[in-house]
């Protein structure tokens, strides 16, 4: 199938005709293909699919409590999820990689999927708005079988941060890429989580970004442990 009508058919799964097809192209760029990849929007996308899924939650478990919204939250928006989703989408033919990154497979890689699907929400909000991105997010996750016994099971680092400052009813951790380091297709990032309100900023290394965060979620919930009461 030729470029063209590969993005066409793409943007008919998604039900979402681009304005801007830059945008869709740059969601479907991983950096090690160029600098202009997609690393801003699947941030953007982030925050833009948190807040989505809450409100699908929100009205769809109308007795459920925060606690336990949070839990199916994360349930939703872990890698593993976003990844089945962006495999039946189809955007693992799609994506934009470097040659090396291609070679090893980033293809079929689920952190680099999961990233390019909410590169993919990230654009669909800056194209048309939040209103569009919304209902996109409510069509992928409609067809899931949302329920309120979800299991919080292999909870990350990033979530039980969340939940502990949550429940301190503290705001939420400010994550940043302070650094990056090696070749296109074989870099670390080097991330940094803040809990503004007690003055804490721990740092953690991973293989992408998602995995820096991570690391440095982690490394703040161990300073949360033995920070004195």
């Known amino acids: 199938m030729a470029v063209d009508d590969a993005l066409a058919a793409l943007q008919d799964r998604l039900q979402h005709r681009f304005n801007d097809p830059r945008l869709l192209a740059r969601a ?15 941030f953007l996308g982030d925050s833009v699919l948190d807040l989505a899924v809450a409100a699908l939650l929100y009205q769809r478990l109308k007795d ?10 994360a ?18 033919g799609m994506l934009r990689l470097g040659e090396g990154e291609a070679r090893s497979g980033g293809h079929k890689r689920p952190s680099i999927l999961a990233d390019a699907l909410e590169a993919l929400i990230g654009a669909v909000y800056l194209d048309a708005g939040y209103g569009a991105a919304e209902a996109l997010v409510q069509r992928l996750f409609g067809e899931l079988d949302i329920q309120p016994e979800m299991p919080a099971a292999a909870k990350d680092p990033k ?17 940043r890429v302070v650094g990056t380091l090696g070749a296109a297709h074989k870099q670390t990032f080097d991330v940094e989580c803040e809990v503004s309100e007690l003055g804490l900023v721990e740092r ?13 979620a982690a490394a703040m919930l161990i300073a949360l442990k033995n920070r004195p009461k």
């Not at 950096?31 to 997609?38: G, L, M």
């Not at 459920?64 to 939250?73: A, F, I, K």
């Not at 953690?204 to 440095?216: P, V, Y």
């Open 159 to 175: 979530t039980e941060l969340q939940e502990a400052l949550q429940g301190r009813k503290m705001r939420l951790p400010v994550y």
């Open 64 to 73: 459920l409590p925060e606690g336990d919204l949070s839990r199916v939250r």
């Open 28 to 42: 479907l760029t991983h950096r090690s293909f160029s600098a202009e990849h997609n690393e801003r929007l699947e």
């Open 204 to 216: 953690g290394i991973g293989a992408s970004r998602r995995a820096g965060e991570q690391a440095a």
């Open 75 to 92: 349930n939703l928006v872990k890698q593993d999820t976003l990844h089945g989703l962006a495999v039946t989408l189809g955007l693992a």
